[in-house]
């Protein structure tokens, strides 16, 4: 009988396989979507074998369940300033996003969300409930404090922003927020002096 401590060791697992995984799994559903996920081409992206992924999941549904489950967007920290100054973070942040990987993930994703099924569905109702609901929270505080009027509707000004950035990134009309970080605030800035009228802006 061979003795524990002498019996050869096999090769030993990498702790980080997970998130390796993860990052290749949303690589290939950017490159590829849902007919290109498969556990053969995000092994060979993550550069481990299938058999690690088949002992962490039971199918390509299931990964892209913990794929979506882990890809978190975190709302933008509210600063102490008004309500301009808090627009505008949430405009940086968006047209951060959409510069990013992350972005484009959450782009393609609602780009196939009929074909995606329940976990789709889910994976947005998240993002609803967290940055949404945190950005429109901090219209009705300004509201509640005096700095916009009882009048303005949070929703329509949290999506008008966002909106704005997102549809002027596609349209390649919002500057990099990492090639010109100034000019990217800049456009922000106007954006959101926009939405909320000048005379609001200038108070």
């Not at 500057?175 to 609001?200: F, H, I, M, N």
Request: proline share 5%; glycine share 8%; charged share 25%.
């Amino acid at each position: 009988m061979v003795d524990a401590e002498t019996r050869p060791k096999g090769r030993p697992r990498d702790p980080l396989i997970r998130e390796k995984v993860l990052l290749a799994a949303q690589r290939v559903y950017l490159a590829s979507g849902l007919q290109g996920f498969t556990f053969e081409a995000i092994a060979r992206e993550a550069g481990v074998g299938k058999p690690a992924l088949y002992r962490r999941w039971t199918s390509t549904d299931e990964l892209m369940e913990d794929v979506l489950r882990s890809h978190a967007l975190v709302p933008a920290e509210a600063s102490s300033g008004g309500i301009r100054e808090q627009l505008v973070e949430i405009a940086m942040a968006t047209l951060r996003l959409s510069h990013s990987e992350a972005g484009a993930f959450a782009l393609r994703v609602s780009s196939e969300r009929g074909s995606g099924g329940v976990m789709f569905d889910r994976y947005f109702e998240r993002f609803r409930s967290v940055i949404h609901s945190h950005n429109r929270s901090l219209v009705r505080a300004a509201i509640e404090r005096g700095e916009l009027t009882p009048d303005r509707d949070p929703d329509t000004i949290v999506l008008a922003i966002t909106g704005a950035v997102l549809v002027g990134t596609l349209m390649a009309l919002a500057p990099s927020p990492t090639a010109d970080p100034q000019a990217a605030e800049a456009y922000c800035g106007r954006v959101v002096d926009e939405v909320l009228g000048k005379r609001a802006a200038a108070s």
